[in-house]
């Protein structure tokens, strides 16, 4: 893997072109990292990350920890560096601290999707313009960081210091769709028979639970994290508990799989990525509603 590193350029306007430009990458040696368990030890040739993020030690550690994962990370320290970039290269996924000296994380991604947008325009690229996924990194994951920036289109939001295994398996499972075969279906997120039968048949209720539950499965997502970072074996069943009783009344059949799983091996990385998994499909999901041809014969 290589690693990039910006350096300082001025804010780059998206209406425009700007003659600065960062310069060439600076190759760094691969570190000797072992892969998180469950994952391969290498996602396909040609994964190119950005990560924006303004403390050098956190920075080396999120390059180091994804290098098994990709062929390289372009490391911006602020704003200006970031939108430069995007406005250079393509990349496969945005890595953003949410606090940075010159702009918001949250600020920035609307500027960096802008700047690929305007940068994807110009070269005359044709097709669906196609978003990288983004993840929000902060110092400061309390609920409603975590809402403004999901809210903004960061896929997920993590806490630091996050563990190299956590990282490595968000990132794995993004970029997961570029070497699923088309033909295979993923396992199905919703039952809308099961949901509608705790409802007693009424589908409004079920918008609404579904709604509620989406809203909070990031709370739950970073409680059961945190749980396992501390080795809380109670804390962790207790919150388990919690989201394996709202799986059953949403019909969200996929987590409730998965946090069976890790209830029964929590100390399992592949349980863990599993739970994380499914978490971030629903998160990710742009559609709860039942399938009104299911509601029917149901």
Same mark, same amino acid.
């Given at each position: 893997?290589?690693?990039?590193?910006?350096?300082?350029?001025?804010?780059?306007?998206?209406?425009?072109?700007?003659?600065?430009?960062?310069?060439?990458?600076?190759?760094?040696?691969?570190?000797?990292?072992?892969?998180?368990?469950?994952?391969?030890?290498?996602?396909?040739?040609?994964?190119?990350?950005?990560?924006?993020?303004?403390?050098?030690?956190?920075?080396?550690?999120? $390059?180091?920890?994804?290098?098994?994962?990709?062929?390289?990370?372009?490391?911006?320290?602020?704003?200006?560096?970031?939108?430069?970039?995007?406005?250079?290269?393509?990349?496969?996924?945005?890595?953003?601290?949410?606090?940075?000296?010159?702009?918001?994380?949250?600020?920035?991604?609307?500027?960096?999707?802008?700047?690929?947008?305007?940068?994807?325009?110009?070269?005359?690229?044709?097709?669906?313009?196609?978003?990288?996924?983004?993840?929000?990194?902060?110092?400061?994951?309390?609920?409603?960081?975590?809402?403004? &920036?999901?809210? =903004?289109?960061?896929?997920?939001?993590?806490?630091?210091?996050?563990?190299?295994?956590?990282?490595? =398996?968000?990132?794995?499972?993004?970029? /997961?769709?570029?070497?699923?075969?088309?033909?295979?279906?993923?396992?199905?997120?919703?039952?809308?028979?099961? $949901?509608? !039968?705790?409802?007693?048949?009424?589908?409004?209720?079920?918008?609404?639970?579904?709604?509620?539950?989406?809203?909070?499965?990031?709370?739950?997502?970073?409680?059961?994290?945190?749980?396992?970072?501390?080795?809380?074996?109670?804390?962790?069943?207790?919150?388990?508990?919690?989201?394996?009783?709202?799986?059953?009344?949403?019909? !969200?059949?996929?987590?409730?799989? /998965?946090?069976?799983?890790?209830?029964?091996?929590?100390?399992?990385?592949?349980?863990? &990525?599993?739970?994380?998994?499914?978490?971030?499909?629903?998160?990710?999901?742009?559609?709860?509603?039942?399938?009104?041809?299911?509601?029917?014969?149901?």
């Amino acid at each position: 893997m290589t690693m990039a590193i910006c350096q300082p350029a001025p804010i780059v306007a998206c209406s425009q072109h700007s003659p600065h430009r960062p310069s060439r990458p600076s190759a760094m040696p691969k570190p000797d990292l072992p892969a998180a368990s469950g994952t391969p030890d290498r996602q396909p040739a040609g994964i190119h990350l950005l990560l924006v993020e303004d403390d050098p030690i956190s920075a080396a550690f999120l $390059a180091d920890a994804l290098s098994p994962l990709v062929d390289s990370v372009t490391h911006a320290s602020n704003g200006r560096q970031a939108l430069a970039a995007v406005a250079d290269q393509n990349f496969d996924a945005w890595l953003i601290d949410l606090n940075l000296p010159d702009a918001s994380g949250i600020e920035l991604l609307a500027g960096l999707r802008e700047c690929a947008e305007r940068a994807r325009t110009d070269a005359g690229s044709a097709g669906q313009s196609i978003r990288p996924p983004a993840l929000a990194l902060t110092a400061d994951p309390t609920d409603a960081t975590r809402s403004r &920036a999901l809210a =903004a289109g960061f896929r997920a939001v993590v806490g630091k210091p996050i563990g190299a295994a956590a990282l490595r =398996a968000w990132v794995h499972d993004s970029l /997961a769709d570029r070497e699923r075969p088309a033909a295979t279906a993923p396992a199905p997120d919703w039952d809308d028979r099961q $949901a509608l !039968a705790a409802a007693g048949g009424s589908s409004d209720i079920v918008a609404r639970l579904r709604a509620l539950f989406l809203h909070d499965l990031p709370r739950h997502r970073s409680e059961i994290a945190d749980a396992l970072a501390s080795n809380d074996h109670d804390r962790l069943r207790a919150e388990l508990h919690r989201i394996k009783s709202a799986c059953g009344f949403v019909g !969200a059949t996929r987590i409730l799989a /998965a946090a069976r799983r890790l209830a029964d091996h929590p100390s399992d990385r592949d349980a863990q &990525a599993g739970f994380d998994s499914a978490c971030l499909a629903l998160l990710n999901g742009d559609d709860y509603r039942l399938d009104r041809s299911e509601r029917v014969r149901g």
